[in-house]
């Protein structure tokens, strides 16, 4: 997370990040991440007691009350962090640690708004480097948070295909269950190639010099792969597979964002 937010401040207009910003700037997207993580497995320990019991809380390791604690602990942690940072920063970051939660508590069983929820929490970290840096969004920062979120949505609903007799036992309303695998497949691969076909804005909009091209290329082609494997077969373990690959083809995104970044 913490390398989000520097891309994010990359990808600002003045590029700045002071010796006292970066370690607070670490520390906010660590512990709120940490946090996010704790709480997320306090509200599964039900399911995970079921499907993965080795898990620390239903494996006796730690208890509900602690993992609220160590959760609690993180979380004002990173927010304090942001404080400490700017008012602006604080705010943004109250503002995506309140969707963590409010997702991970309420969300979680509703399918694509939460989907979105965690994409927004994935895309959260470049816009926090934006606002540390500038005080502000800028447009390059929110085309590639836009990449990123239609991409991360994309895996998301095709992880949902092959989590569908966890989600079934949480009854949650996935898009493989709402409409079944072949439709959750599809609208996966939809939002896969939609990020694709709006790659080269970046470098259109002279945000990226050519390095970013050859890299982001690849980032394509393997989102198009996975697409059409997905769709020509959207099984369980395809679906495994495909959003494995889809955090490859993310990280080789990432890496296109930084060189091309460079000027």
Known sequence: MFIAVLVG???SESRSITMYQAPLAFVTAF?????????????DRHVDAINSPSRP????????KGAIVFSTVLGVLGLVAAAFTSHICLAFATLAYASAIFYNSLVKSSGLPGNMLVSFNVVAPFIYGSLMSDGAVGAKVLIFALLAFLANTGREV????SDVEGD???NV???ARSIG?????ILGASLYVSAVCLSPLPYILG???FLYIPTVLVCDAGFIYSSISIIRSPSRENAVRVKNHSLVWMLIALISFIIGGFP
Not at 181 to 185: F, L, P, Y
């Open 173 to 175: 309303r996935s898009v």
């Open 168 to 170: 079934a036992l949480r």
């Open 31 to 43: 512990s709120l991440s940490g946090s996010s993580m704790a709480i997320n497995d306090y509200f």
């Open 158 to 161: 095709i992880k949902g295909i």
């Open 57 to 64: 809380i239903p494996s006796g390791k730690v208890s509900p």
């Open 181 to 185: 695998e072949k439709g959750a497949a």
């Open 207 to 209: 945000y990226v010099s």
């Open 9 to 11: 401040v990359l990808f």
